[in-house]
């Protein structure tokens, strides 16, 4: 009865257009305070026991990180080097554009900052070379949420969090399953490709992609001296967030002094704190649901509940899963995780599944989120970028998230893509 009434709560906000946070807190201390008769103090500790991470002070860094590159021009000449290496090639800009949100997934974590990054640079080169709307905002929409799977990722840390996971070893599990990932989302815009019959690129000479691969390089270094210092041990995840910072704010600075200017990075700073604060006020109001939710030992419910069926395990690993697709189409991808996890987690370990294997294909799900309507983040980031209607851009990523969905079933049933680097 508690739970019936928390939920109504938390939904009668959201209906009247209150942010999700809030309707999370509201929610979850009704129930702790109000229907428990924990202290006041109590309730509002869980933000404190909520923002007290050292792991997720890995996330404003990387974002800021991202930015940074975008603003200072250093994504702009990573992108050139790769459109001028792929361009030219039967489905070549389709594919530039896969390869540049892997890499620049690699260096923000932010699917949002990845679609606007190489949309600026692909799509009008594409649009250029006969390339409809729909097929170029689409394939950008769908590989944009690479960034959430390519570390450092934002999705990962927050799981890696919530289940005390090891971050180095789920940045670890999510580089073998996004590099799948990718080279599915090439494959069919290949195919695509064929159909249309676009005009090709000119190809570039020589001495254009050797300079614009000295040009690019030191941002396509990055990656490897931040995820190569992670996984050697030189410095934590959190540590080498700042690094990357300090980093891109060098090479801008030796290499890029023409966009290396006050008002850009300021606008990376703001953009930054922005898009930091969404995210800590909603891991607050989760937290504080969560709690509730745990007072009153739904978890634990739900895992008898589920141990209790007869039915395999892998089925109600496919519902579980399914559920987070349908919660994507409706909420976004950060609430879904914190408001989940707690919850399904118990029931995961109780079945049996590997938790590092378990985080990557949730993560996975969340992609698909990310790209569902109504609510998908990068439809709506692509449509007002590039001021066009948001059905457009779900036209043309409905292929793509096709593959994306097929990818993802290959990755829950074949534990390897995300086992293989981690054992």
């Given amino acids: 009865m508690i739970i019936l009434i928390g939920l109504v709560i938390f939904l009668a906000f959201l209906i009247i257009g209150a942010p999700i946070w809030l309707s999370l807190s509201i929610s979850g201390g009704t129930i702790l305070f109000g229907f428990l008769g924990l202290p006041i103090e109590t309730v509002v500790s869980q933000y404190l026991i909520a923002t007290d991470s050292w792991i997720l002070l890995a996330i404003p860094y990387f974002l800021l990180a991202g930015n940074l590159m975008t603003d200072l021009g250093m994504a702009k000449r990573m992108l050139k080097f790769i459109t001028n290496l792929v361009g030219h090639l039967p489905g070549g800009m389709p594919s530039a554009a896969v390869l540049s949100c892997v890499i620049f997934g690699a260096l923000s974590g932010s699917s949002a900052a990845t679609v606007v990054a190489v949309g600026a640079m692909v799509v009008p080169q594409m649009l250029k070379l006969g390339y409809s709307k ?12 690479l960034g959430q799977m390519i570390p450092p990722s934002v999705y990962m840390i927050v799981y890696a969090s919530m289940t005390q996971q090891d971050v180095g070893m789920m940045f670890m599990a999510g580089i073998i399953p996004g590099l ?13 490709t064929y159909k249309v019959k676009p005009m090709s690129q000119v190809r570039p000479s020589k001495k254009e992609i050797i300079k614009s691969f000295l ?4 941002s396509l270094l990055m990656p490897i001296i931040i995820l190569g210092g992670i996984y050697l041990g030189i410095f934590t995840p959190t540590e080498a967030a700042a690094i990357a910072v300090v980093y891109v704010l060098l090479i801008s600075y030796i290499f890029n002094r023409k966009d290396f ?3 850009n990075i300021i606008k990376s700073f703001i953009a930054s704190i922005k898009t930091t604060t969404v995210i800590y006020l909603l891991l607050c109001g989760a937290v504080l649901f969560s709690t509730a939710l745990m007072y009153i ?12 069926l007869s039915v395999p395990s892998w089925l109600i690993l496919l519902a579980i899963l399914g559920l987070y697709i349908i919660f994507g189409m409706f909420l976004d991808a950060l609430p879904i995780l914190y408001i989940t996890i707690p919850i399904v987690f118990p029931t995961i ?4 599944y590997d938790p590092v294997h378990f985080g990557v294909i949730t993560v996975a799900c969340m992609m698909i989120s990310q790209v569902t ?5 990068s439809l709506f980031v692509l449509s007002g970028h590039f001021k066009v209607k948001v059905t457009t851009v779900i036209r043309g990523s409905v292929p793509y998230l096709i593959a994306l ?11 390897w893509f995300s086992t293989v680097l981690t054992k």
């Fill in 134 to 145: 729909e097929q170029s905002l689409g394939i950008v929409a769908t590989s944009g949420t």
């Fill in 180 to 192: 799948f990932i990718a080279t599915v989302l090439i494959i069919t815009a290949v195919i695509l």
């Fill in 215 to 218: 040009y690019g390089l030191p």
């Fill in 261 to 263: 200017k006050k008002k």
């Fill in 297 to 308: 030992q739904v978890p634990a419910q739900i895992t008898q509940f589920v141990s209790e």
């Fill in 349 to 352: 370990l109780a079945l049996g």
């Fill in 373 to 377: 309507p109504p609510v998908g983040i």
């Fill in 405 to 415: 969905v097929l990818a993802t079933i290959v990755l829950i049933y074949v534990p």
